[in-house]
């Protein structure tokens, strides 16, 4: 098959970490490498946001990025992207009538308008993953949001105008219900982990004595990293280390005055970003990784985790309900008095941190490794293009 991916703002060559780069330009890449290992030709369709940026680029054999010009060539806040979608859609437009995919996968919400637009007259099938869902982010975040007031209706919109919605968990299944999106039209294929870069053996970074607690993602609130430092005050002897965002991040220089107001200076330490063939071995110096967002459309930092056999403690939303249930320990987010007791149980019972990271390690290689990712998307694939629509039903990930 010819496959198009859009990804409007998270492109698989970002570096991670910042706030607009994470666990989409983290799937995206890695769900084209494993559908072009299938024998696919598959394009990724991305804004241009560099001057230098070529036109296009081969990241893998079968996986060519292309810079869309939409707007100005420069990094924007993904919330400032909407009025250059029209001239994203456009560009789409004139490249698919001149060469149409098979079919076209959209990812986050204003991929889909864009994409929409574009296969509109061409016949071409589309396919919807969210990433992220407007009324979640709304309920959960309140007055903070940034999100333009016109995300939750065109979401809305677009779940029902696509040919199929791939959804990464159960608990946006139910999103998607509430939202009108008829049940037919979706199924759910979680995201992928590399299980040859996260594994259970391999080097570990180097540590002292202190029983370690890892948190790593982008610094944003609603990752409730703050939570975990609060958490550490009764937590005798642990250190946290945290890693992501840059040191003249917003949410960094707030850390940093929670660990100072606490006490904390010398038990917390703010690493930055972290490359991606360093973080494995990060994972594997750590005792426990705690992940407790306020909302986590699907979650991947857990499952790469549970891969390299760390125990996880997780917040109990969204896709930690799929993953972290059964092999981890939820808990309810931005509640520091809960996750201390977690953390002291964990930390002081080796035999219980040992099951519960055999178990993460297990359940990893069993469901979300990126070839049985690959394989479930492509059958989504292949039902749109033979027309088999009333055949979906929504199916367990």
């Known amino acids: 098959m010819r496959i198009a991916l859009v990804s409007e703002h998270a492109s698989p060559l970002t570096t991670l970490g910042g706030v607009d780069a994470g666990g989409q330009n983290v799937h995206v890449a890695g769900l084209a490498v494993a559908l072009a290992g299938r024998g696919h030709e598959v394009v990724v369709h991305t804004r241009r946001s560099g001057r230098d940026q070529p036109d296009s680029v081969v990241i893998a054999p079968g996986v060519t990025v292309e810079h869309v010009p939409a707007g100005p060539p420069e990094p924007l806040p993904k919330?400032?992207?909407p009025p250059h979608m029209p001239a994203f859609a456009a560009h789409l437009t004139r490249r698919w009538a001149a060469d149409p995919p098979d079919v076209a996968h959209a990812h986050f919400w204003m991929s889909g308008l864009s994409t929409l637009a574009a296969a509109r007259d061409l016949g071409i099938p589309v396919v919807q993953t969210f990433h992220a869902l407007g009324t979640v982010k709304r309920r959960r975040q309140g007055?903070?949001?940034t999100s333009p007031p016109e995300r939750i209706a065109i979401e809305a919109d677009i779940g029902r105008r696509v040919h199929a919605v791939v959804a990464t968990c159960s608990d946006e299944v139910r999103e998607l219900r509430a939202m009108g999106?008829?049940?037919?039209k979706v199924s759910i294929v979680p995201c992928g982990v590399d299980l040859d870069h996260f594994r259970p053996d391999g080097p570990a970074a180097p540590r002292g004595g202190r029983p370690r607690v890892l948190s790593l993602?982008?610094?944003v609130p609603r990752k409730g990293v703050d939570t975990v430092v609060r958490a550490l005050c009764q937590v005798p002897d642990a250190e946290l280390v945290i890693a992501g965002g840059a040191p003249d991040d917003e949410e960094s220089g707030r850390l940093r005055?929670?660990?100072?107001?606490?006490g904390?200076?010398?038990r917390v330490r703010l690493i930055g970003g972290v490359g991606r063939a360093e973080v494995p071995a990060l994972m594997r110096s750590a005792d426990v990784l705690v992940s407790v967002p306020w909302y986590e459309p699907f979650g991947m930092v857990p499952v790469e985790a549970m891969a390299c056999g760390l125990p996880v403690i997780a917040s109990?939303?969204?896709g930690h309900l799929d993953t972290v249930t059964g092999c981890g320990v939820l808990v309810s987010p931005r509640r520091p008095r809960a996750l201390t007791r977690v953390l002291n149980d964990?930390?002081?019972?080796p035999d219980l941190r040992e099951t519960i990271g055999t178990a993460g390690a297990r359940r990893a290689r069993a469901r979300y490794g990126w070839p049985r990712v690959a394989l479930r998307t492509e059958s989504v694939y292949r039902t749109l293009i033979s027309g088999r629509l009333d055949r979906f039903a929504v199916a367990e990930g």
């Open 181 to 184: 999106v008829p049940d037919g």
């Open 79 to 81: 919330d400032e992207l």
């Open 143 to 145: 007055a903070a949001d």
């Open 257 to 262: 005055e929670l660990v100072v107001g606490y």
């Open 346 to 349: 964990l930390l002081a019972r």
């Open 316 to 318: 109990a939303v969204g």
């Open 217 to 219: 993602g982008r610094l």
């Open 264 to 266: 904390l200076t010398g």
